[in-house]
Nanobody
Framework: QLVESGGGLVQTGGSLRLSCAVSGLSLEYLAIAWLRQAPGKEREVVSCISRSKDKFNYVDIVQGRITISGDSANNTVYLQMNSLKPEDTAVYYC???????????????????WGQGTQVTVSS
């Protein structure tokens, strides 16, 4: 089970830290990503951390502004987002790949388990 939190309404330039609490399986066995879906757009993979702790960012406009991290002790994955822009407005989800897939992917369809999402709204 995945439970996201930390979203909210912020002004342009603000910061948020999203959390994804994972239960039922240790982070040590998962490739886990943060994805987002803006109104009228497809869900896209923003950032991913593989089972071997390699980290990937897949959206050009967030490069240098976001950091994904994992806390094995709390079985939680975070997404630190800085210098937020209105185009970052979306529902943010965490998603995991099936356990047999330990690498990250740029394709949202590769992630088969999802949380309920947390809304991030950036005002201009």
């Amino acid at each position: 089970q995945l439970v996201e939190s930390g979203g909210g309404l912020v002004q342009t330039g603000g910061s948020l830290r999203l959390s994804c609490a994972v239960s039922g399986l240790s982070l040590e066995y998962l490739a886990i990503a943060w994805l987002r879906q803006a109104p009228g757009k497809e869900r896209e993979v923003v950032s991913c951390i593989s089972r071997s702790k390699d980290k990937f960012n897949y959206v050009d406009i967030v490069q240098g502004r976001i950091t994904i991290s994992g806390d094995s002790a709390n079985n939680t994955v975070y997404l630190q987002m800085n210098s937020l822009k209105p185009e970052d407005t979306a529902v943010y989800y965490c998603g995991t790949r099936p356990r047999s897939f330990y690498l990250c992917s740029e394709y949202s369809s590769a992630f088969t388990s999802w949380g309920q999402g947390t809304q991030v709204t950036v005002s201009s």
